[in-house]
């Protein structure tokens, strides 16, 4: 009977001793939605600006080329780029990457860009018709319509901030690039020199 005394007096001894040690260190991995937590924070700044340009993507796809060893594929996209106060720019660019791509894209349509010379309520003076590839597009001043276009071209005429306007697409086309560069074909008409 003394043993088994002794032997509960040694448990109970035991346990005050290891309330006493130090808890185990907490890495960042246990304080999920702690701030701070998470990725490691990057000693580059960070780019809070917002680009000047507002943008639409009219396409993206997958193309591929046969090489000997297979087919190898990369990203096609097309991306309208428009201040929405008369500057507009379609471009393209291919990569690997779907991200990449449409950083190409960007660089191309700011490199492309025309300003369009609007009216006072933000219109053309006249009627424009313009053609590139087998699309053919016809933009007419329509004072208090709004804008009223379709695909791509609707696209460009609202990145450019072109109002109060009709366009027409007048081939069969269903191209939307070569649909969108026959709209800034026919802008490059009223467009600033």
């Known amino acids: 009977m003394t043993e088994i005394t002794n032997n509960t007096t040694e448990t109970t001894a035991a346990a005050p001793a290891a309330a006493a040690r130090p808890a185990p260190a907490r890495n960042d991995r246990d304080r999920r939605g702690a701030p701070g937590a998470g990725r490691p924070r990057s000693n580059r700044p960070r780019d809070d600006r917002r680009s000047e340009f507002a943008q639409k993507m009219i396409g993206i796809r997958r193309v591929a080329r046969v090489m000997a060893g297979g087919r190898r594929f990369n990203f096609s996209a097309a991306i309208v780029l428009?201040?929405?106060?008369g500057k507009v720019g379609v471009g393209i660019g291919k990569a690997a990457d779907t991200a990449l791509a449409i950083e190409k894209a960007m660089r191309d349509a700011k490199s492309n860009m025309i300003t369009v010379n609007l009216t006072k309520n933000r219109s053309i003076r006249h009627n424009i018709e313009a053609k590139f590839c087998a699309s053919v597009v016809e933009i007419r001043p329509?004072?208090?319509r709004g804008l009223v276009a379709g695909s791509s071209v609707r696209a460009v005429?609202?990145?450019a901030g072109v109002t109060d306007?009709?366009?027409k697409l007048l081939s069969r086309s269903k191209n939307p690039l070569n649909n969108a560069r026959a709209?800034?074909?026919a802008l490059r008409a009223v467009s600033m020199k």
């Open 82 to 85: 428009g201040d929405k106060k």
């Open 183 to 185: 709209a800034i074909e």
């Open 142 to 144: 329509s004072a208090g």
């Open 157 to 159: 005429l609202e990145l």
């Open 165 to 167: 306007v009709t366009a």
